[in-house]
C-alpha cells in the first residue's frame, strides 16, 4: 500500500496534491520561493521551465518547501513573539498599539477631524466669498451712485431749459387763438371765476415774455444758443463704462492671492516635525463629532456669526440610493414611494425604497417640472379609473408638470399591483406650468405658470374654471392653501405675493375667484414660500440673493430674517413637530425648515425661535455637510419629507445621481 507521507529532512511529510493555477489539468510540483517574484509560487513542470532563470536556486520541490516552511515557522514564531510582547510592554509604543486595536474608531477620529477642517476652511471661504461680494457690492453702488448723479443733473438742466423755452413760445404756443376778442370772451366766461383769474394772469405773462423777446431778440437768440450748447456738450459726453476684457488675468491674480492666503493656514506634515495625531488632534473644538452640532446664525450685516446652540434637533445619516438619473423633482407618495422626474429626459419613476424598485411611466413628450400629489374621493371619480386600496374612499392622484406645456394626473396603487395610467390631462397652457397646489375639495387644484398666470382646474373634468392673467407679471414660484374652502396664496419673481379669496357654494362647488390683497415688500425677489401651520398668516419666503425671510402677510410686516445662503433659495420645506405626532397645529420651537441653496452645494436646517419675553422670532440654523449641486432653477421640490415611525428627510442630490435620506429627532 503506498505512503501517504513522504520522508524529508527526517521527517514525515503528508503527501501534497495541487493543481497547477494556470494551467489547471497540470499536477502542481514545484514552489518558487523568492519573496520577490510576481509570478505565481505554486508551479507545474511547464511553469518551471518558462519561469525567470535567475530564480531557478530558488524554485523547490513542494515536499522541500513545506519542510523548510514549518522549519521556519517554528523557529522564528517563538522569538517574533517575544519581540512583539516586548514591544507591547514598552510605554514608547502604548499609543500606537491603541491605535491598531482600536483601528476603526481611531480612523474615523482622524477622519473627523479632517471634516472638521474642511469646515473650517469652507467657512473662511464662505468669508472671503461675502466679503468680497460686499465689497463688489460697494463699488458698484459707489458707480451706480456717480451715473444717478450724472443723470439727475442733466434732468434738472434740460427740465430748466424745457421750461425757459415754453415759457419764451408760450403766447404763439397756447394763446395764439385769443386774438379774437369773440375768442377770449367765449374763454373767460366758460371758466370758473378763479380759473378765469389764472387764465388772465397767464396770459399777461406771456404776453410780456413775448414783448421783451421781440425788442431782444438777438439777446434771446443767444441765450437759446448757450442752451443748446449746453445740452449738447452732455450729450457728448455720457458717461461711458468700458467692459473689462481681459479677466483671466484678473481672476488669475485673485486666484494665486487667495490660495496663497489659504495654504499658509494649512500646516501639513512637511510643513513642521511633528504629525499632531493624538490629543491635540482631537481637542479642536470646532470638528466635526459623530454627534451632530446646532449652529445659531446671527446676521450683524457684516458676517455670520455661527454659535453653537445646546438645544438640538437630531439628524442622522439613515441611507442613500444610487440612481441613474439625476432627480430634479421628486414628491412623497407614501413611506416608501417616491415619484421622481429629471431634465434629463420626459419619464415619470416610481421608486419604491424596500425592494430598491423603479418603475418608469411614459406620457410627457418634454421633461417634468414639478411633482405633487392630491386626494380625491371615489364619489368625484369615474369608477373605470379607480386607482387605489378598497379600503378606503379617498384616492391619491400624482400631478406632474412639464415643459410640454401640460399637467397630468396619474393614477396611484400603494401596493403597486395596478399600472400607473393618466387619470386627466390638462391642456391648453400658454406657458409652462411651474407650481401646483391642491386645494383639498377633492376636486380642483390651482397652477402658476412661467408667466404668472394663476388657474384653477376641475381635475375629474379637465377645464379650466378661473383664470388670471393680470395680477402677477412673473414666473410662479409657489402656492400655499391658507385655509380650506377660503383662501390660498401666490407668490411670483415680480416680488409680490397675492392672497386670493375663493366662494363656495352649499355643494361645495367654487363660485368665484377674487384678489384679497396684494403684498409688495423687500423681498428681494421671491424665489420659494412655504406656510407655517400652526399660523397661516406666517410665510417663510426664500430670495434671489439667499435671505430667508418670515413675513406676517395680514399686517404685512417682516417678523425675522437671516442671510441663508450665498446664491437663490430655490426650495423650502416645512417640518413641524406637531403635526407628525397628529396634534392639532400649535407653535412649537421644535420646528424644522429645510432650505436649499442653488450652486453654493449645501442644505440648512433651521429652527424658528419665538423670545417668550418679547414675542419676537428668529432663525437658528445648522449647516449641513451635503455636497450637492442644485442647477435647474426651473425645477422644484427637491426635498421631501416622509413621516412613518420617524419623520425623515429625502434630498436629491442631482451631482451625484443619489437620493440621501436622514432622520429627524426632535
Same mark, same amino acid.
Given at each position: 500500500?503506498?505512503?501517504?507521507?513522504?520522508?524529508?529532512?527526517?521527517?514525515?511529510?503528508?503527501?501534497?496534491?495541487?493543481?497547477?493555477?494556470?494551467?489547471?489539468?497540470?499536477?502542481?510540483?514545484?514552489?518558487?520561493?523568492?519573496?520577490?517574484?510576481?509570478?505565481?509560487?505554486?508551479?507545474?513542470?511547464?511553469?518551471?521551465?518558462?519561469?525567470?532563470?535567475?530564480?531557478?536556486?530558488?524554485?523547490?520541490?513542494?515536499?522541500?518547501?513545506?519542510?523548510?516552511?514549518?522549519?521556519?515557522?517554528?523557529?522564528?514564531?517563538?522569538?517574533?513573539?517575544?519581540?512583539?510582547?516586548?514591544?507591547?510592554?514598552?510605554?514608547?509604543?502604548?499609543?500606537?498599539?491603541?491605535?491598531?486595536?482600536?483601528?476603526?474608531?481611531?480612523?474615523?477620529?482622524?477622519?473627523?477631524?479632517?471634516?472638521?477642517?474642511?469646515?473650517?476652511?469652507?467657512?473662511?471661504?464662505?468669508?472671503?466669498?461675502?466679503?468680497?461680494?460686499?465689497?463688489?457690492?460697494?463699488?458698484?453702488?459707489?458707480?451706480?451712485?456717480?451715473?444717478?448723479?450724472?443723470?439727475?443733473?442733466?434732468?434738472?438742466?434740460?427740465?430748466?431749459?424745457?421750461?425757459?423755452?415754453?415759457?419764451?413760445?408760450?403766447?404763439?404756443?397756447?394763446?395764439?387763438?385769443?386774438?379774437?376778442?369773440?375768442?377770449?370772451?367765449?374763454?373767460?366766461?366758460?371758466?370758473?371765476?378763479?380759473?378765469?383769474?389764472?387764465?388772465?394772469?397767464?396770459?399777461?405773462?406771456?404776453?410780456?415774455?413775448?414783448?421783451?423777446?421781440?425788442?431782444?431778440?438777438?439777446?434771446?437768440?443767444?441765450?437759446?444758443?448757450?442752451?443748446?450748447?449746453?445740452?449738447?456738450?452732455?450729450?457728448?459726453?455720457?458717461?461711458?463704462?468700458?467692459?473689462?476684457?481681459?479677466?483671466?488675468?484678473?481672476?488669475?491674480?485673485?486666484?494665486?492671492?487667495?490660495?496663497?492666503?489659504?495654504?499658509?493656514?494649512?500646516?501639513?506634515?512637511?510643513?513642521?516635525?511633528?504629525?499632531?495625531?493624538?490629543?491635540?488632534?482631537?481637542?479642536?473644538?470646532?470638528?466635526?463629532?459623530?454627534?451632530?452640532?446646532?449652529?445659531?446664525?446671527?446676521?450683524?450685516?457684516?458676517?455670520?456669526?455661527?454659535?453653537?446652540?445646546?438645544?438640538?434637533?437630531?439628524?442622522?445619516?439613515?441611507?442613500?440610493?444610487?440612481?441613474?438619473?439625476?432627480?430634479?423633482?421628486?414628491?412623497?407618495?407614501?413611506?416608501?414611494?417616491?415619484?421622481?422626474?429629471?431634465?434629463?429626459?420626459?419619464?415619470?419613476?416610481?421608486?419604491?425604497?424596500?425592494?430598491?424598485?423603479?418603475?418608469?411611466?411614459?406620457? /410627457?413628450?418634454?421633461? =417634468? @417640472?414639478? %411633482?405633487?400629489?392630491?386626494?380625491?374621493? #371615489? &364619489?368625484?371619480?369615474?369608477? $373605470?379609473?379607480? +386607482?387605489?386600496?378598497?379600503?378606503?374612499?379617498?384616492?391619491?392622484?400624482?400631478?406632474?408638470?412639464?415643459?410640454?406645456?401640460?399637467?397630468?394626473?396619474?393614477?396611484?396603487?400603494?401596493?403597486?399591483?395596478?399600472?400607473?395610467?393618466?387619470?386627466?390631462?390638462?391642456?391648453?397652457?400658454?406657458?409652462?406650468?411651474?407650481?401646483?397646489?391642491?386645494?383639498?375639495?377633492?376636486?380642483?387644484?390651482?397652477?402658476?405658470?412661467?408667466?404668472?398666470?394663476?388657474?384653477?382646474?376641475?381635475?375629474?373634468?379637465?377645464?379650466?374654471?378661473?383664470?388670471?392673467?393680470?395680477? /402677477?407679471?412673473?414666473? =410662479? @414660484?409657489? %402656492?400655499?392653501?391658507?385655509?380650506?374652502? #377660503? &383662501?390660498?396664496?401666490?407668490? $411670483?419673481?415680480? +416680488?409680490?405675493?397675492?392672497?386670493?379669496?375663493?366662494?363656495?357654494?352649499?355643494?361645495?362647488?367654487?363660485?368665484?375667484?377674487?384678489?384679497?390683497?396684494?403684498?409688495?415688500?423687500?423681498?428681494?425677489?421671491?424665489?420659494?414660500?412655504?406656510?407655517?401651520?400652526?399660523?397661516?398668516?406666517?410665510?417663510?419666503?426664500?430670495?434671489?440673493?439667499?435671505?430667508?425671510?418670515?413675513?406676517?402677510?395680514?399686517?404685512?410686516?417682516?417678523?425675522?430674517?437671516?442671510?441663508?445662503?450665498?446664491?437663490?433659495?430655490?426650495?423650502?420645506?416645512?417640518?413641524?413637530?406637531?403635526?407628525?405626532?397628529?396634534?392639532?397645529?400649535?407653535?412649537?420651537?421644535?420646528?424644522?425648515?429645510?432650505?436649499?441653496?442653488?450652486?453654493?452645494?449645501?442644505?440648512?436646517?433651521?429652527?424658528?425661535?419665538?423670545?417668550?419675553?418679547?414675542?419676537?422670532?428668529?432663525?437658528?440654523?445648522?449647516?449641513?455637510?451635503?455636497?450637492?449641486?442644485?442647477?435647474?432653477?426651473?425645477?422644484?421640490?427637491?426635498?421631501?419629507?416622509?413621516?412613518?415611525?420617524?419623520?425623515?428627510?429625502?434630498?436629491?442630490?442631482?451631482?451625484?445621481?443619489?437620493?440621501?435620506?436622514?432622520?429627524?429627532?426632535?
Amino acid at each position: 500500500m503506498e505512503s501517504q507521507y513522504n520522508i524529508e529532512n527526517n521527517g514525515l511529510i503528508p503527501k501534497v496534491s495541487l493543481t497547477c493555477p494556470v494551467h489547471t489539468l497540470e499536477k502542481a510540483t514545484n514552489i518558487c520561493c523568492e519573496t520577490s517574484c510576481q509570478k505565481n509560487a505554486i508551479m507545474c513542470q511547464q511553469c518551471k521551465d518558462a519561469h525567470a532563470q535567475e530564480h531557478a536556486k530558488y524554485i523547490k520541490p513542494i515536499e522541500k518547501f513545506i519542510s523548510q516552511a514549518t522549519t521556519d515557522v517554528e523557529n522564528h514564531a517563538k522569538k517574533n513573539k517575544e519581540f512583539l510582547n516586548e514591544i507591547f510592554q514598552n510605554q514608547e509604543y502604548q499609543q500606537l498599539f491603541r491605535y491598531i486595536q482600536d483601528s476603526e474608531q481611531h480612523l474615523n477620529k482622524v477622519e473627523n477631524h479632517i471634516t472638521g477642517q474642511k469646515v473650517l476652511i469652507s467657512e473662511d471661504i464662505t468669508n472671503i466669498l461675502t466679503y468680497f461680494g460686499d465689497t463688489c457690492t460697494k463699488v458698484k453702488q459707489v458707480m451706480y451712485s456717480k451715473l444717478d448723479d450724472f443723470f439727475q443733473h442733466y434732468k434738472e438742466q434740460f427740465s430748466n431749459n424745457k421750461n425757459l423755452i415754453e415759457e419764451y413760445f408760450k403766447l404763439s404756443k397756447s394763446y395764439q387763438f385769443y386774438n379774437n376778442p369773440n375768442n377770449l370772451v367765449s374763454k373767460l366766461s366758460s371758466e370758473l371765476p378763479s380759473n378765469a383769474n389764472y387764465f388772465v394772469s397767464d396770459l399777461k405773462k406771456a404776453i410780456e415774455n413775448a414783448k421783451q423777446m421781440n425788442k431782444n431778440k438777438q439777446f434771446y437768440s443767444k441765450q437759446i444758443k448757450k442752451m443748446e450748447n449746453n445740452i449738447n456738450q452732455m450729450m457728448d459726453n455720457l458717461p461711458n463704462y468700458q467692459p473689462y476684457t481681459d479677466f483671466d488675468v484678473l481672476m488669475k491674480e485673485l486666484q494665486q492671492n487667495c490660495e496663497t492666503f489659504m495654504k499658509k493656514n494649512l500646516l501639513m506634515q512637511q510643513d513642521y516635525h511633528k504629525l499632531l495625531v493624538n490629543k491635540d488632534l482631537l481637542s479642536n473644538p470646532r470638528s466635526s463629532s459623530s454627534q451632530q452640532q446646532n449652529f445659531q446664525i446671527i446676521n450683524d450685516n457684516k458676517n455670520m456669526l455661527i454659535l453653537q446652540n445646546s438645544d438640538e434637533i437630531q439628524l442622522k445619516p439613515l441611507k442613500k440610493f444610487q440612481l441613474e438619473i439625476s432627480v430634479t423633482s421628486m414628491t412623497a407618495l407614501s413611506d416608501i414611494h417616491l415619484a421622481l422626474a429629471s431634465t434629463t429626459d420626459n419619464k415619470l419613476r416610481i421608486f419604491e425604497s424596500q425592494q430598491k424598485k423603479i418603475h418608469t411611466i411614459q406620457g /410627457h413628450s418634454q421633461p =417634468i @417640472t414639478y %411633482l405633487t400629489k392630491i386626494i380625491t374621493e #371615489d &364619489k368625484y371619480m369615474n369608477k $373605470s379609473k379607480e +386607482n387605489s386600496r378598497d379600503k378606503s374612499n379617498q384616492k391619491v392622484l400624482l400631478v406632474s408638470a412639464s415643459r410640454d406645456f401640460s399637467v397630468i394626473l396619474w393614477t396611484f396603487d400603494y401596493d403597486m399591483k395596478k399600472n400607473t395610467e393618466i387619470y386627466s390631462k390638462l391642456i391648453g397652457f400658454s406657458n409652462i406650468p411651474t407650481t401646483v397646489l391642491d386645494l383639498q375639495d377633492f376636486q380642483n387644484i390651482v397652477t402658476g405658470d412661467t408667466s404668472g398666470e394663476i388657474c384653477i382646474w376641475d381635475v375629474h373634468n379637465s377645464n379650466v374654471k378661473f383664470q388670471d392673467k393680470s395680477n /402677477h407679471k412673473a414666473k =410662479i @414660484t409657489g %402656492l400655499c392653501l391658507t385655509k380650506k374652502f #377660503d &383662501k390660498f396664496i401666490s407668490s $411670483s419673481e415680480d +416680488n409680490t405675493i397675492i392672497v386670493w379669496k375663493l366662494k363656495y357654494n352649499s355643494n361645495k362647488q367654487i363660485e368665484s375667484m377674487a384678489v384679497e390683497s396684494i403684498i409688495q415688500d423687500e423681498f428681494s425677489g421671491i424665489t420659494s414660500i412655504n406656510q407655517a401651520k400652526f399660523d397661516p398668516s406666517l410665510v417663510f419666503i426664500g430670495s434671489k440673493l439667499g435671505s430667508l425671510k418670515l413675513y406676517d402677510i395680514y399686517s404685512k410686516k417682516m417678523i425675522a430674517e437671516t442671510n441663508a445662503h450665498q446664491t437663490p433659495v430655490l426650495d423650502l420645506t416645512l417640518v413641524e413637530e406637531n403635526l407628525i405626532k397628529n396634534e392639532n397645529p400649535k407653535f412649537s420651537q421644535k420646528m424644522a425648515l429645510l432650505s436649499l441653496g442653488v450652486k453654493d452645494n449645501y442644505v440648512r436646517m433651521w429652527r424658528v425661535v419665538k423670545n417668550k419675553e418679547t414675542g419676537e422670532f428668529s432663525f437658528v440654523g445648522l449647516k449641513l455637510d451635503v455636497n450637492i449641486s442644485i442647477e435647474e432653477m426651473n425645477s422644484k421640490s427637491k426635498v421631501q419629507i416622509l413621516m412613518g415611525d420617524a419623520p425623515k428627510f429625502v434630498l436629491a442630490n442631482e451631482k451625484e445621481k443619489e437620493l440621501l435620506v436622514y432622520e429627524i429627532s426632535f
